[in-house]
């Protein structure tokens, strides 16, 4: 299995506070991303990670921030959690494999985050 | 753009039924396909992937053939079993676009004993 951790796996927070789930990665993968998963709308991509401080918006991006100061942590935060935030948070990793990129993803086991 | 999609489920079987899940995909360029399996409270795990037309691929009894003229990649397996109950994604990865994967939205399958 690809070493890949979230951190926490559960959080139960209040609207308005700040919030960071954070993505560990042993194997050195250059792409990360985060995913929120929602019945009903499959995964939704809300930031990814090309590099070390490289990132760059995904289609549901709007109440999020990310980071990335080293290859192995990719860090995703709620700046003031609302309701609407309340989801299961995935992280992946992947690797180009040069010209022709398969890019298959590895997730992690995700963090579940109730906001009240 | 890129785009996927896979029949909606929930698909619910009797263990040892033939499974068939459909996956038709649009892409610019000539994506490799996957199958993602997620299993409750897990994450997604790669099941099986193709990167060219007419390849299969294969993994735990599930098969998937890559077929350009329908643009296709259809997921099956002969004999389900109630481990299989979980979530499918049909995605795709185009090498001639970005490299950010595009998801269908899943198939629950149920598996009834």
């Known amino acids: 299995d690809a070493g890949i951790t979230q951190s926490p796996r559960h959080k139960v927070t209040e609207t308005g506070t700040p919030v960071t789930l954070r993505c560990h990665q042993t194997?050195?993968?250059?792409?990360m991303y985060w995913y929120r998963q929602d019945p009903g709308h499959g995964l939704r991509l809300i930031h990814y990670?090309?590099?070390?401080?490289?990132?760059d918006k995904g289609e549901v991006s709007d109440g999020y921030s990310v980071s990335r100061s080293k290859t192995e942590d990719f860090l995703l935060t709620l700046e003031s959690a609302t309701s609407s935030q309340t989801s299961v948070y995935f992280c992946?990793?992947?690797?180009?494999?040069?010209?022709?990129?398969?890019?298959?993803?590895?997730f992690g086991p995700g963090t579940r985050l109730t906001v009240l | 753009g890129d785009s996927v999609t896979q029949m909606e489920g929930p698909v619910t079987l009797s263990e040892e039924a033939f499974l068939t899940i459909n996956c038709t995909y649009t892409?610019?360029?000539?994506?490799?396909l996957f199958w993602y399996v997620q299993y409750p409270g897990e994450g997604l795990q790669l099941l099986l992937k193709?990167?060219?037309?007419?390849d299969k691929g294969s993994n735990k009894g599930f098969e998937a053939t890559y077929r350009k003229e329908t643009t296709s990649f259809h997921l099956e397996k002969g004999s389900v079993q109630v481990s299989d109950s979980a979530v499918y994604f049909c995605?795709?990865?185009?090498?001639?676009?970005?490299?950010?994967?595009?998801f269908g939205r899943g198939t629950s399958l149920i598996v009834h004993p």
């Open positions: 193709a990167t060219k037309a007419d």
């Open positions: 995605a795709l990865s185009d090498p001639g676009g970005s490299y950010i994967p595009t």
């Open positions: 992946a990793i992947s690797e180009s494999s040069g010209v022709r990129s398969y890019n298959e993803q590895f």
């Open positions: 892409a610019t360029g000539y994506p490799s």
């Open positions: 194997e050195n993968h250059r792409y």
């Open positions: 990670s090309y590099g070390v401080k490289d990132t």
